[in-house]
């Protein structure tokens, strides 16, 4: 933590970012945390009241550490309880922005392209709410150079509408909640007589 | 004893279901509802739906959250729009569209999932027993593709 | 209370309006509203057998609809004087209560509203504070939830003469509570209703639960709170004693209840901040300490008594630590809540004040008033030398001073009432009014020395004497550095700064010219502020059309605690004239000269002003000799 008066805080690079300006007007009052899921559902350590603190407080390795920088998912549950009316994901997405510029890494698990079977439809770019798909020129093994969807993981926040979406199943989120984990939940239950595998 | 229907509950895993209420959707759903926790109700692909049916689910609910409070921006309207889609689907093959259901749960519905689910649940006994997906298909020997 | 009644020379009203306030200090004429209460207050000896026998229950509004009343009814027991009043929204005109009073004769249901007027000396506003409806904060459910309920509803839930005889029950099933939550601050510190602290909340909601606890110690309190404010004598203590007696305090704004459908038990929602963890935790009830706010009616009150509002909507004192209990009009004084959120003790303190500060206008055989008032010149006025008289003048006085009884007449200023903005002098198109001890020549007189030598490197800044002069004051006390080649003039409010002071300060040769006051919610001549603005907008706007420079003519609203922006504006604005080739700003001020001098042609005119040129003229000579001879 420092205090330096001369170069530019943290505060002040947060702020300079359009969403970030209302920063230190948080009072520290926790309606954000208890409005918002994550916490409660997913990751304890998740804390946005914390990441404000720590904008304003100049701990910017602590802020790009928390996992509140990355999880968030700019639902903003959280902003029309605000008392000081901070746009708190605005915020968030601050920290991200400059996290990302100087190197960090979300901790998420993002979607990922199957470049082999891609069609280059565009469903997905449009089904994603995060606009972290494009299509690109790429050059693919095999297939040469042809346009496919790309993720940028710095956007992507690992909802996984683009799977439901996409006819060829050539995209979604590796690890949780796979179409071949749903089905095989579900077969475990149906399991018609007679047939297992 | 009247056997229940069987209900494949898709569940986003945001939805806003109060500690208890998710205590028991987690822990203690009978045998005979089958909860399937997805990352958002946009994420369900209606081919999930459709295997569901075919594997001789007598009902499926999708329960995800308000429209506005959505965890992913619009993940849940995302979702309505494919299952409205795939609901007339259902009337065109002359399935009963009743069989599935999405429900909208806030945070402030305490208990109300039990009481969704006991609803649907009756509902399905209403409708007649021959639910036979007239093209159902018997799932295949060995492996399963998705 | 009773005791007030008691007194000779008290006279209560009660169930009167305020309609019309009109004259000065000393001198007010009120008209005052009797409403019907269709009982006769001569005859009524407050037996209560109208009430007795009268069918009709609707709710009490006393008692926060807690609990019924009769149409034939008194607001509360303890009501002085003790007269009942017949609701004649809820009668149904049985005349039971005709029957029931019998010889005494006292009910008459063709009363009507009486108008009064009344010859008053000096008034004081006590008219309190109105309470934020909840409801419209959805997450918490009140009105929803039948177990959750206001502060107010809690004070009269646990009042021995309330009710339930002080037995606290929860609605939903008339239990007695077990646990209690109390949230802070609902409505207040919130920008999306009310953004000030309520002041008291913090304690009553400390004294509920002391004495729910002390009632029964079985009973489980948590206070959410986002700060606990105890800055009076003992408050701290009060606050200590109840952490003794195990009240629970949670940091952590709730921002959310559910409840169960079933038991209608509620769970608050919050993060407790000491932990960092989000919490959900069940209670039998919660108490909402809501906001206070300014009474509904308060705007109307405001224009009615003719005193200005604070930004909250509370009536705006005439300074906020000297003269707390004065309003900005000479006369009227303020008591308690009406002025800004606070306690009894607080309340009391003002009253005794705005008590002894009314005797003494009661008290005197006449009443001295600053001096700088405003003063028509009648020969000078529209009436007089065009037969119509404009009412600028009338119109721009925020205290409603001047009279134009008719178009021949000239304006005339009632001294009484005028405080000294200047406003009417300066929007006077004919320069037919001046204001005593700052006069166009006194004004002019001091610009004139002030750019008596180099005037193009000098920036003239105008400063109103209540803000900008108090910022000015600051940014030296605090040593902030500015250029020094500023030179204040002070002027009573930015509605002084005459356009012709500007012309002025140009023709001269100034290098820049600063016009400063206070923001607009802290004028102390209620509107002042605003006059002087909207000036200053047009002043802007014109020397931008003849292409002066970008910052030599700057307008800025500084109070009298932002000594570092006075210092931080006046330091830009040197900033700008360092910026321009010396040459070239000279070639400007020749070049918008002559427009200044057609705009100030009939400046000389003004009485005084030729002289105080001439006069100037010798000074301003005998300034720049003195200097050019070596000491
Ligand atoms: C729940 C609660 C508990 C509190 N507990 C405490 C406590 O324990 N200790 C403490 O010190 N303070 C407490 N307070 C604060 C206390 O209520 C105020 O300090 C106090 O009421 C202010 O007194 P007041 O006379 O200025 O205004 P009010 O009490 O509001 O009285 C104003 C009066 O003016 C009348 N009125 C309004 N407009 C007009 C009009 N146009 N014409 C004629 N009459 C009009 C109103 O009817 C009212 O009778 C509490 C406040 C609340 C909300
Ligand atoms: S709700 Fe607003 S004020 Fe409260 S902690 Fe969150 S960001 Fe800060
Ligand atoms: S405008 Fe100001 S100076 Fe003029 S009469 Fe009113 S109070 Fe007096």
Redesign the interface.
């Known amino acids: 933590m420092s205090h330096s008066g001369s170069s530019q805080s943290f505060a002040d690079e947060v702020k300079a970012i359009p969403g970030g300006e209302f920063v230190e007007l948080c009072?520290?009052?926790?309606?954000?945390?208890?409005?918002c899921?994550i916490?409660?559902?997913?990751e304890?350590e998740y804390?946005p009241?914390?990441l404000l603190r720590m904008v304003i407080m100049d701990m910017k390795e602590d802020a790009f550490d928390s996992p509140t920088t990355w999880l968030c998912?700019?639902?903003d549950?959280?902003y029309?309880?605000c008392?000081?009316?901070i746009h708190i994901s605005g915020v968030i997405t601050a920290v991200k922005e400059i996290a990302v510029e100087q190197g960090g890494k979300t901790t998420l698990k993002t979607a990922a392209v199957d470049q082999q079977t891609c069609v280059s439809c565009g469903l997905c770019a449009e089904?994603c709410?995060?606009e972290a798909i494009s299509l690109v020129q790429t050059k693919v093994p095999y297939r040469g150079l042809v346009q496919v969807a790309q993720v940028d993981p710095g956007k992507c926040?690992?909802?996984?509408?683009c799977?439901?979406?996409c006819r060829s199943t050539s995209i979604g989120?590796p690890d949780?909640?796979t179409?071949?984990a749903?089905?095989?939940?579900?077969?475990d239950?149906?399991q018609?007589e007679g047939?297992t595998? | 004893m009247e056997t229940k229907p069987k209900i494949a509950l898709f569940q986003c895993q945001w939805c806003l279901y109060s500690e208890p209420d998710q205590y028991w959707v987690d822990h203690n759903l009978p045998p005979s509802i089958r909860l399937m926790k997805v990352s958002c109700t946009g994420r369900i692909n209606t081919l999930h739906i459709l295997n569901a049916i075919q594997g001789g689910a007598d009902g499926v609910m999708i329960s995800g959250c308000r429209p506005e409070k959505c965890h992913f921006k619009e993940g849940n309207l995302s979702a309505l729009r494919q299952h409205e889609e795939f609901l007339n689907l259902l009337d065109y093959i002359g399935y009963e569209r009743d069989r599935v259901r999405f429900v909208w749960l806030d945070l402030q519905d305490r208990g109300r999932i039990q009481q969704e689910l006991a609803d649907f649940e009756n509902k399905l006994q209403e409708l007649s027993t021959a639910n036979t997906l007239a093209t159902r298909i018997n799932a295949p020997e060995g492996e399963v593709h998705v | 209370m009773v005791d007030a009644a008691r007194q000779p020379r008290i006279d209560v009203r009660t169930y009167t309006e305020v309609e019309k306030v009109e004259g000065f200090v000393g001198n007010f004429k009120v008209t005052l509203r009797e409403k019907a209460k269709h009982v006769l207050a001569d005859r009524c000896n407050g037996c209560g057998d109208c009430a007795k026998v009268c069918p009709v229950e609707v709710p009490n509004y006393f008692e926060m609809n807690l609990a019924p009343r009769k149409a034939a009814y008194v607001p509360m027991s303890q009501s002085v004087p003790l007269i009942y009043n017949i609701d004649l929204d809820a009668c149904i005109h049985c005349y039971k209560c005709v029957e029931a009073c019998g010889p005494l004769e006292a009910i008459d249901f063709s009363q009507e509203d009486k108008l009064v007027e009344e010859d008053i000396g000096a008034i004081i506003v006590a008219t309190g504070f109105s309470h934020f409806d909840p409801s419209v904060m959805e997450e918490y459910g009140y009105s929803r939830y039948p177990n959750v309920i206001t502060s107010m509803e809690m004070e009269r839930l646990n009042n021995s003469a309330g009710p339930t005889a002080g037995n606290l029950i929860r609605p939903s099933d008339h239990k007695n509570p077990k646990r209690l939550a109390f949230i802070n601050c609902v409505g207040s510190r919130d920008k999306r209703y009310n953004p000030s602290c309520s002041n008291f909340c913090c304690m009553y909601s400390i004294k509920n639960a002391v004495l729910l606890k002390q009632m029964n110690p079985d009973v489980d309190i948590t206070i959410y709170y986002m700060d606990i404010r105890t800055p009076s004598k003992g408050y701290e203590e009060f606050y200590d004693r109840a952490r003794e007696l195990g009240i629970h305090f949670t940091q952590g704004r709730p921002s959310m209840i559910t409840e169960d459908k079933e038991t209608h038990n509620l769970f608050v929602h919050s993060e407790d901040i000491t932990l960092g963890k989000v919490i959900e935790e069940e209670y039998d009830m919660v108490m909402l300490n809501q906001a206070a706010i300014p009474q509904p009616d308060q705007d109307h009150m405001s224009s009615v008594l003719n005193v200005a509002q604070s930004p909250g909507g509370w009536f705006m004192e005439y300074h906020p630590k000297l003269r707390p209990m004065d309003s900005p009009t000479d006369g009227i004084f303020f008591a308690g809540a009406c002025q800004g959120p606070k306690d009894i003790p607080s309340s009391v303190a003002q009253g005794s004040a705005a008590a002894s500060r009314a005797s003494r206008i009661l008290n005197s055989e006449k009443w001295e008033i600053e001096p700088t008032v405003a003063v028509v010149w009648p020969e000078r006025c529209s009436a007089t030398t065009r037969g119509r008289a404009c009412g600028i003048c009338a119109k721009a006085c925020p205290y409603g001073a001047i009279n134009i009884f008719s178009p021949e007449i000239p304006a005339e200023v009632v001294t009484a009432k005028c405080h000294g903005c200047g406003a009417c002098v300066a929007e006077c198109p004919e320069d037919a009014i001046t204001q005593l001890h700052y006069t166009d020549a006194q004004i002019l007189a001091q610009m004139r020395a002030l750019l008596a030598d180099k005037p193009e490197e000098k920036i003239l800044a105008f400063r109103c004497h209540w803000c900008s002069y108090g910022g000015a004051d600051l940014a030296g006390t605090s040593h902030f550095e500015y250029t020094a080649n500023e030179r204040g003039m002070r002027v009573m409010c930015s509605a002084r700064m005459d356009t012709d002071f500007i012309y002025e300060a140009y023709r001269l040769g100034a290098g820049a010219v600063l016009y400063s006051g206070c923001h607009p919610q802290d004028c102390h001549y209620i509107t002042g502020q605003l006059i002087g603005a909207k000036r200053a907008e047009r002043l802007k706007k014109m020397f931008e059309r003849m292409e002066m420079t970008d910052g030599r003519f700057r307008v800025e609203w500084i109070s009298a605690a932002e000594g570092d922006k006075y210092a931080r504006v006046l330091n830009e604005m040197q900033t700008v004239l360092d910026n321009m080739d010396k040459d070239e700003l000279r070639a400007e001020i020749e070049r918008l000269k002559p427009d200044m001098e057609k705009r100030l042609k009939k400046f000389p005119n003004v009485p005084g002003v030729s002289e105080s040129m001439a006069y100037s003229d010798t000074l301003v000579s005998a300034i720049n000799t003195q200097k050019k001879e070596p000491a």
Do not use: H, I
């Not at chain 1, 009072?27 to 409005?35: A, Q």
């Not at chain 1, 916490?39 to 997913?42: A, D, F, G, H, I």
């Not at chain 1, 749903?182 to 077969?187: A, I, K, Q, Y």
């Open positions: 009072f520290s009052c926790g309606t954000c945390v208890s409005k899921m916490q409660q559902k997913l304890p804390n009241r914390r998912s700019a639902c549950l959280c029309p309880a008392p000081q009316q089904a709410p995060y926040m690992a909802c996984g509408l799977s439901a979406v989120v949780d909640y179409d071949k749903l089905m095989e939940n579900l077969w239950w149906l018609p047939v595998f």
